[in-house]
């Protein structure tokens, strides 16, 4: 007789977080199933930007995932594409405030130095 799976219960789904926090689970790369794709599929996700795509993991609340997934699907793009859609305008959005920080920090030093030169002419002229 085929025994059943065992199934996932309030009781045991949260028993081993500790251990896959600390990674002695999911970490090590021998147990990795690849599903495998094409080189030519890599390469067309890998070069779809002039950037190399690197895989990361990271935990997020399930109910931000899932306002992911719903405006993704209006979107008409997966919820980790829109992931990092968001994640690039947020660091564009920020290196542009750097930016424009700087671009005002000029402005402001050159405003001083016109005024510093005016009042050397009218030293020199007094």
Do not use: C
């Not at 199934?7 to 028993?15: A, G, L, P």
């Not at 996700?45 to 609340?61: A, D, F, G, V, W």
């Amino acid at each position: 007789m085929k025994q059943d799976k065992a199934v996932n219960t309030q009781d045991n789904i949260f028993e081993d977080v500790a251990q896959w926090e600390s990674r002695n689970l999911g970490a090590d790369e021998s147990f990795v199933k690849s599903k495998g794709m094409s080189k030519k599929l890599k390469n067309l996700l890998n070069n779809r930007t002039s950037q190399k795509m690197q895989m990361i993991s990271i935990r997020l609340p399930s109910t931000l995932i899932d306002d992911l997934k719903n405006i993704g699907e209006v979107e008409g793009i997966g919820y980790q594409a829109l992931s990092r859609e968001i994640l690039q305008r947020f660091v564009d959005a920020e290196n542009r405030k750097k930016f424009n920080d700087v671009v005002a920090q000029k402005r402001e030093l050159q405003r001083q130095v016109e005024l510093m030169e005016a009042q050397l002419k009218e030293l020199k002229h007094a």
